[in-house]
């Protein structure tokens, strides 16, 4: 946990970023150097399975034993640079295995009622990300963090990603981000999955990246702690939700604008 961030009240905008899923140990490499040099310490983030694809023929990932290794691999030569590892979670029994390979356990949205896996999360002493569900209001998430906080791992944070607005659609009320900060704990803006147009393209979800940088500032404005973005280098070709990813070359604009309103505000 040493080489975690400091998150919250008085402390810098922590950037959470990374390709949606591991495409393979090369990528992962590429981009964790890419958005090191861009954004100095930093959060990375890749998920080892997308248990949530759309379609049953979808990439989800290289799998848990695999996955786990590329980022235990990642995490012990980056963690000198003081950058950290998130990866998510879909079953209490993966909690421990995935501890010991990362710095943060993220729990997906639409697991964010999942008791079981809440627990078996914040057992573990590792720092715990709740995705607040599509479903679920702000004042609602408290009750996920509860569970969390219930096995005395009081190291949660509380991660906005937009609200079901009818079909196919999403939409980020931004008095929720500050309902949620007034519980205690570090609220982040994911600016990558408010944009997501759920079930878009039929066969998956499509977005609307052009607004990522419209709703990360006003998300910073508003005072949150950090910006979780997913990256990739050609989102075309991403192998998972390359429709609403930050393209890696706009990362530095964006990242640098984030933390001059976030030094305004502060």
């Known amino acids: 946990m040493s080489t975690l961030p ?5 402390q810098p905008l922590v950037l959470i970023a990374g390709p949606c899923v591991i495409e393979s140990e090369e990528h992962v490499r590429f981009l964790a150097d890419e958005i090191r040099k861009i954004a100095g310490p930093y959060i990375f983030k890749a998920s080892f399975d997308k248990a949530n694809r759309s379609s049953g023929s979808s990439y989800r990932g290289p799998g848990l034993k695999e996955g786990l290794r590329i980022l235990a691999d990642l995490r012990r030569d980056i963690k000198s640079n003081g950058c950290a590892v998130l990866t998510d979670i879909h079953q209490p029994s993966q909690a421990e295995m995935a501890a010991e390979a990362v710095d943060i356990l993220q729990i997906p949205a639409f697991l964010c009622r999942q008791t079981d896996l809440l627990v078996a999360a914040g057992r573990t002493g590792r720092a715990v990300n709740i995705k607040k569900g599509q479903f679920v209001s702000p004042y609602d998430i408290r009750h996920a963090a509860d569970k969390v906080a219930s096995t005395g791992n009081n190291n949660i944070l509380l991660t906005e990603r937009g609200s079901s607005f009818g079909y196919n659609n999403l939409v980020v009320d931004m008095r929720g981000l500050e309902i949620m900060r ?13 944009v997501q147009i759920p079930g878009g393209l039929g066969h998956a979800s499509g977005g609307q990246p052009q607004f990522i940088p419209t709703l990360a500032r006003a998300a910073v404005a508003a005072g949150v702690d950090g910006i979780f973005v997913e990256v990739h280098e050609d989102p075309e070709r991403a192998l998972s939700d390359g429709p609403n990813a930050l393209r890696l070359d706009r990362l530095a604009e964006l990242w640098a604008k984030l933390r001059a309103i976030h030094n305004l505000v502060a």
């Open 6 to 10: 400091l998150i919250g009240l008085g």
């Open 182 to 194: 007034d519980f205690g704990w570090p609220v982040v803006f994911d600016a990558t999955h408010s």
